[in-house]
Nanobody, 114 residues
Framework: QVQLVESGGGLVQPGGSLRLSCAASGKTISIYSMAWYRQAPGKQREGVASITSGGYTNYADSVKGRFAISRDNAKNTVYLQMNSLKPEDTAVYYC????????WGQGTQVTVSS
């Protein structure tokens, strides 16, 4: 059974940066398209960024130009570099495959506030 563990969140001021990590175990993720999702209080979970097995990336309009998704298949890990953070980026961030059909991890809280 695949297990996803997100880390790297925290409290950051507007304009700051964070780098999130998603470590997978129980399955080799290199052949899968992976994605980062986020859920803010009272809102539905939404896709933020995705990356194919070949490294092609796609971003939600709200984060385009500020976030960058990457993967290290040797480490079975997916990353999300977040720059120029805004208060509206505050959410719990999760990773999963693009079909969202693996068990969700606990997520990592990102809070952007002065």
């Amino acid at each position: 059974q695949v297990q996803l563990v997100e880390s790297g969140g925290g409290l950051v001021q507007p304009g700051g940066s964070l780098r999130l990590s998603c470590a997978a175990s129980g399955k080799t993720i290199s052949i899968y398209s992976m994605a980062w999702y986020r859920q803010a209080p009272g809102k539905q979970r939404e896709g933020v960024a995705s990356i194919t097995s070949g490294g092609y990336t796609n971003y939600a309009d709200s984060v385009k130009g500020r976030f960058a998704i990457s993967r290290d298949n040797a480490k079975n890990t997916v990353y999300l570099q977040m720059n120029s953070l805004k208060p509206e980026d505050t959410a719990v961030y999760y990773c999963n495959n693009l079909l969202r059909d693996w068990p969700w991890g606990q997520g990592t809280q990102v809070t952007v506030s002065s």
